[in-house]
Nanobody, 110 residues
Framework: QVHLEESGGGLVQPGGSLTLSCAAS???????MGWWRQTPGNQREYVSH???????NYEDSVKGRFTISRDNAKNTVHLRMSSLKPEDTAVYYC?????WGKGLPVTVSS
């Protein structure tokens, strides 16, 4: 059983920045960590991920604005979000292999 502790969500103005963090406990061999997001009435969509070996990817709409990083020794992943837009508003979910976090609300509004 793996537990994911998410932090960093909240309210930010358009054009601002926010960093999401996720720490995994209960395993020392997590391969893939990343983030998905979901808005009411829509399916959960992929945002970004990074493997223990350092390979990573981003969904096209966030490329150039979001940066994902990972600390393998601490089993943590970070998503630095900049140039935020109102359409980035969603609940962001951390995942690690087959496990999901509870979700972090992020609201981009003036």
């Amino acid at each position: 059983q793996v537990h994911l502790e998410e932090s960093g969500g909240g309210l930010v103005q358009p054009g601002g920045s926010l960093t999401l963090s996720c720490a995994a406990s209960g395993s020392s061999s997590i391969n893939v960590m990343g983030w998905w997001r979901q808005t009411p009435g829509n399916q959960r969509e992929y945002v970004s991920h990074i493997t223990s070996g350092g390979s990573l990817n981003y969904e096209d709409s966030v490329k150039g604005r979001f940066t994902i990083s990972r600390d393998n020794a601490k089993n943590t992943v970070h998503l630095r979000m900049s140039s935020l837009k109102p359409e980035d508003t969603a609940v962001y979910y951390c995942y690690a292999d087959a496990y999901w976090g509870k979700g972090l609300p992020v609201t981009v509004s003036s």
